[in-house]
């Protein structure tokens, strides 16, 4: 089973669409150390997300270091009809990115 | 006031039973231990069913349960269970996998905790995996978390809706049970607590911002990934953690205390399903 790096799923419920997304992500925020050298363990976050809705954007963040590891984001948008393409994408401040979608239900 | 005399009235009946030493006629059985938990519990929390005890803290609260399961839609232990199951599948330097000391599945969960004769003492889930790594010329793994705890969150998923068994077959394995249960009601710590006067006692009520768990399924759900660690984390830890923030001394993780105090919980969860890895606050 590959390791998915988004988790999302989108539900259609009177007319707004909810999508709930996971990420797979370290968020450190440059100032913890490391507990045997000393040296601080390098910053490396999400700073854009951007979610799309058939190629629409509807949500767009600007992510700090604040957001904790593993970061899970809940947002809704008005319209989607069941089987659109629902997808989330992120870039990191190291230039990493991942992308991953869904159907909405 | 109605819940203390009814706590005070079950615990002494523990108690008066838990006495290891000497065989009094008042010595309860381990099956008249289960009934009393079970009993204490029912009439505590009226209308909650025997199976979701399994859920904790949950299971008493809706506002958290309401939360929980939110959390549950993508519950934080997923990519640990699929890291377990690359553990799992990886073998050994010696070519050998987790599976040649299990018979090939994962899914151990009913199997332990076990009175083994031959040793004379409780053998654990990760003190067995532990046994097989050395057994296969691997270093032991830590049991408080770590990798130790990301394998058995692939183990525990897979040995979800498994029942707990736990027999206790003969009077050794009786004594370590009632050396458990000795842990489990010993007063210490500064605060002179024991188990009972949160997990019993005190039941549904706060500790500071805490709802304090019931003791019924307390086994069922490890490892867990605990908010507040941030991270899976394994029963003894949780044991000794609990311990240290009771202002006591805590036993070490895997060692006989913690082990005959498993044993001795989970037996107090006969019937109920393993339903790990689970989330908590």
Redesign the interface.
């Known amino acids: 089973?590959a390791?998915k790096s988004i988790?999302i799923?989108a539900k259609l419920k009177g007319g707004v669409t909810t999508v709930?997304?996971?990420m797979?992500h370290p968020m450190e925020t440059g100032l913890r150390k490391d507990k045997k050298t000393g040296e601080p363990i390098p910053a490396h976050f999400i700073q854009d997300v951007v979610a799309k809705h058939n190629d629409a954007e509807v949500m767009t963040a600007q992510w700090s270091g604040s957001v904790?590891?593993?970061p899970?984001v809940a947002f809704k948008f008005n319209g989607g009809a069941k089987g659109d393409a629902v997808s989330v994408a992120w870039t990191d401040n190291m230039g990493k990115s991942e992308m991953g979608s869904a159907k909405i239900k | 006031m109605k819940f203390k005399r009814i706590a005070i009235t079950a615990i002494c009946a523990f108690v008066a039973g838990s006495a290891i030493a000497d065989k009094k006629a008042t010595e309860t059985t381990p099956d008249q231990d289960v009934q009393t938990y079970r009993d204490y519990f029912m009439k505590r929390f009226p209308g909650v069913p025997l199976e979701e005890y399994a859920n904790g803290v949950y299971a008493i609260d809706k506002v958290s349960r309401d939360n929980w399961e939110a959390l549950e839609?993508?519950p934080?232990y997923?990519?640990m269970v699929?890291d377990g199951?690359t553990m799992w599948n990886t073998p050994f330097a010696n070519g050998k996998t987790y599976g040649s000391c299990f018979n090939d599945d994962p899914a151990q969960r009913k199997n332990y905790p076990h009175w083994d004769d031959s040793r004379k003492t409780v053998v654990t889930l990760p003190m067995a995996v532990n046994e097989c790594r050395t057994a296969n010329g691997e270093n032991p793994l830590k049991y408080k978390k770590g990798a130790m705890a990301t394998l058995l969150a692939y183990m525990s998923y897979e040995s979800r809706g498994q029942k707990i068994d736990v027999d206790i077959p003969n009077a050794d394995a009786l004594d370590a049970y009632n050396k458990g249960k000795q842990v489990y009601f010993a007063r210490r710590g500064q605060f002179n607590f024991n188990c009972a006067s949160c997990h019993m006692q005190s039941a549904g009520q706060k500790a500071r911002a805490d709802i304090l768990s019931p003791g019924l399924g307390h086994t069922t759900g490890w490892p867990v990934y605990r908010s507040k660690w941030?991270e899976l984390g394994t029963l003894h830890r949780r044991f000794g953690g609990c311990m240290k923030q009771m202002r006591a001394k805590d036993y070490k993780a895997q060692g006989e205390e913690f082990r005959n105090l498993e044993y001795f919980m989970t037996h107090m969860s006969q019937d109920l399903e393993f339903n790990g890895p689970s989330a908590r606050k």
């Open positions: 089973m390791k988790k799923r709930k997304c996971l797979n904790s590891k593993n899970y | 839609e993508f934080p997923e990519p699929e199951e941030g």
